[in-house]
């Protein structure tokens, strides 16, 4: 078998293990001394196994939550001991994807020959840049709506900051933290016993910079929970590269009895 063909089945079984959410798996035909240029932080690449580790588990919340990762094309070109590869991939939810098909993640490995096996000493991935931050938001969106029917908690608070600030339907006035608006989440999953579906079909977003403001009418419906509309307006904020929810309001309309 050619080194080319050795280089491409490498290839496959490790995007079929990002698939699987198999760290091991993943981890497995890497260097110890892997550097890997991500699109989120660190700036200066993950370095080394134990650092290229550590960045798998939010990923992985995310491919649960319904992303979606293949393979779309394979490129390889393999000298006596270095070879190097480009990828393209579909990478996003389903939704995002379905707005714009053409889409795709760029990766270039690089490899190495250590004692007659191939393995990869370093990864650089990226996306051309999109232009508009409110593709990202509402990609965010079809995340959580994909985590809110996969019944995924962790998931759901991938994108919510340390200091978030949630104005919830139910007392108290406001939820501050990560932790108190994760219990919020966990009552909501639960309550159903089964699961729950979230929706805002009018989504609305605006962005300016580092900041963008979702809003539109919430629609939860689920086989224990009666079917509810209610108001809801979220604030993002994007720090080094990664949007993050800051600020949630969400309110039912008052009865007034007036006509």
């Known amino acids: 078998m050619s080194d080319e063909k050795i280089i491409t089945g490498l ?5 079929a293990a990002i698939r699987a959410t198999d760290l091991d798996g993943v981890l497995a035909d890497h260097t110890d001394d892997i550097v890997m240029f991500d699109v989120p932080p660190p700036q200066d690449g993950a370095r080394g196994i134990d650092a290229y580790r550590a960045t798998w588990p939010p990923f992985f919340t995310w491919i649960r939550g319904g992303a979606v990762f293949e393979l779309v094309s394979t490129e390889v070109t393999a000298g006596a001991d270095i070879a190097y590869a480009q990828l393209l991939l579909r990478c996003g939810s389903p939704g995002a994807l379905e707005r714009h098909p053409d889409h795709r993640l760029r990766i270039t490995l690089g490899l190495r020959k250590e ?8 990864e650089h991935h990226s996306f051309p840049l999109a232009g ?6 509402r990609e965010l969106h079809d995340a959580w709506f994909a985590a809110t029917a996969a019944g995924d908690l962790d998931a759901l608070m991938a994108p919510i900051a340390e200091d978030v600030v949630s104005y ?3 007392a108290p006035l406001a939820y501050t933290g990560r932790a108190e608006v994760r219990e919020v989440c966990r009552r909501g999953l639960e309550a159903g016993g089964g699961p729950v579906s979230w929706q805002v079909p009018d989504l609305t977003v605006v962005t300016d910079g580092d ?10 419906e689920g086989p224990g929970v009666p079917e509810t509309w209610s108001r809801g307006t979220r604030v993002f904020r994007r720090t080094d590269g990664r949007w993050e929810m800051v600020h949630q ?3 039912y309309p008052v009865d007034t ?3």
């Open 11 to 15: 290839i496959e079984r490790w995007v």
């Open 115 to 122: 004692a007659g096996r191939w393995l990869i000493a370093h």
């Open 132 to 137: 508009d931050s409110s593709a990202e938001i």
């Open 168 to 170: 919830e339907h139910e």
């Open 211 to 220: 900041l963008a403001v979702a809003w539109g009418l919430n629609h939860i």
């Open 249 to 251: 309001h969400l309110s």
């Open 257 to 259: 009895g007036k006509p």
